[in-house]
């Protein structure tokens, strides 16, 4: 199943990548570096990364040039797999930044979403 991604930003004062479905979010999930909004479906709606170039391996300029990026999240029992596929304006690059995390939402039967912002 596709989504969209609504929106999509990056504050390269305070180095922090945020994007999102625009689902109402029911809790947020504090990993580290990775924020996850959490709808009431009990879905992963959107993602913040602070010292967002510094994980993700990509420059602040890049970052700002962000072209399109697909987020596609898999879950599983007690685990949840994100990827992000992030297409830069600059040379239209391609670049896969894979974020595994292992948490429990409760899902009981696999299920992948893809979102995708163009």
């Known amino acids: 199943m596709a989504g969209q991604i609504k929106t999509i930003d990056y504050d390269s004062d305070n180095d922090i990548f945020y994007i999102s479905n ?18 009431h479906d009990n879905l992963i709606g959107g993602i913040e990364i602070m010292d967002a170039s510094e994980n993700l391996g990509i420059s602040k300029d890049i970052l700002k ?6 987020m596609s999240v898999t879950y599983k029992t007690n685990h949840v ?8 304006k600059e040379g239209d690059k ?11 939402l409760g ?8 979102l995708v912002y163009n």
């Not at 625009?22 to 709808?39: A, H, N, R, Y």
């Not at 040039?65 to 697909?70: A, G, L």
């Open 22 to 39: 625009g689902e109402k979010v029911k809790t947020s999930l504090d990993i580290g570096d990775f924020v996850l909004d959490v709808s």
């Open 65 to 70: 040039n962000t072209k399109s990026i697909k």
């Open 81 to 88: 797999y994100i990827l992000l596929m992030i297409v830069f």
């Open 94 to 104: 391609e670049v896969n930044i894979p974020i595994p995390l292992t948490l429990d």
């Open 107 to 114: 899902h009981k039967m696999p299920r992948k979403e893809v």
